[in-house]
């Protein structure tokens, strides 16, 4: 009779020790996804900064090209 309270108790150890690991398996998985979206982020955040660094350069190149076309414009009309 003790072997087979002892069984039922190895039973339902184990029952309990699958439930936590599928519990756990799905916590881990949802932190993955968490994480794969925060840096899908970071990444989107990475390229909005170096196009606003890119927009900022070009604009400087403009400017600098207008300056020196009205300096020539200049130069030509004395």
Do not use: M, P, W
């Not at 982020?41 to 170096?50: D, G, P, V």
């Amino acid at each position: 009779a003790e072997i087979e309270r002892q069984e039922k108790e190895i039973i339902q150890l184990r029952t309990e020790l699958i439930e936590h690991t599928k519990e756990a398996t799905e916590s881990s998985k949802i932190e993955a996804v968490l994480e794969i979206d925060n840096l899908k982020n970071q990444l989107i955040q990475s390229k909005i900064s170096a196009l606003h660094c890119a927009k900022g350069t070009l604009k400087f190149q403009e400017r600098e090209k207008l300056a020196k076309l009205y300096v020539c414009i200049q130069l030509e009309d004395g």
